[in-house]
């Protein structure tokens, strides 16, 4: 077990040393993630390497992704995780995925009207790509048999939104007003 800096690893001399030894990782975790985006710094490297050799990686940041899409694909490629096959596709998902952060937030809010509004919400999400998408149909039929008042199934709701988004198999976030 070790706690390292990677400011005192990420070198291009350890880096050459850590290529050349049979080391692995059973976990690592990386701290302030958000500093891992570019692929063209020895901490990418580093990051990319030793995910390359552990069963298990997790990339940790407190700071806000508000980063460009490209920035998301280097992180995930830096975890062994291929989101972009296709970047323009993968822009259109989080596109969707940034409406469906909108209903989530109008079920949050409860602002006046919001109930009368939630049907033509959920039928823009489905005609703009809803429909295909896995897990679309059980969180629409869950919003239509919920009562977003009560505040469990208001949070069970926020959950399954969640859980469609694209990134949701390999990112979690966690806000303030969750905690």
């Known amino acids: 077990q070790a706690v390292v800096n990677l400011e005192l690893i990420r070198s291009e001399e ?8 049979s080391i ?6 990386f701290d302030e993630a958000h500093h891992l985006r570019n692929p063209e710094t020895f901490s990418y490297a580093i990051a990319s390497f030793m995910c390359e050799r552990s069963k298990a990686a997790v990339f940790l940041t407190a700071t806000p992704l508000q980063t460009g899409l490209i920035d998301i694909v280097h ?10 096959a296709d970047p323009r596709l993968l822009e259109e998902q989080i596109r969707w995925d940034m409406q469906l ?15 009368a509004a939630l049907p033509g919400v959920l039928k823009a999400l489905e005609n703009s790509g809803g ?4 897990g679309w149909m ?9 009562d977003a008042n009560d505040p469990r199934q208001r949070t069970n709701l926020i ?21």
């Open 14 to 21: 350890n880096i050459i040393k850590f290529g050349g030894t």
């Open 24 to 29: 692995a990782w059973d976990f690592v975790i």
């Open 75 to 84: 992180l995930m490629q830096a975890l062994g995780v291929d989101v972009a």
């Open 101 to 115: 952060n909108d209903l989530i937030k109008t079920i949050k809010q409860r602002m006046p009207g919001w109930q």
């Open 131 to 134: 429909r295909g998408r896995p």
């Open 138 to 146: 059980a969180f629409k039929e869950l919003v239509e048999n919920s």
């Open 159 to 179: 959950h399954a939104a969640r859980d469609i988004q694209v990134l949701s198999p390999y990112m979690a976030r966690t806000l303030r007003g969750d905690v």
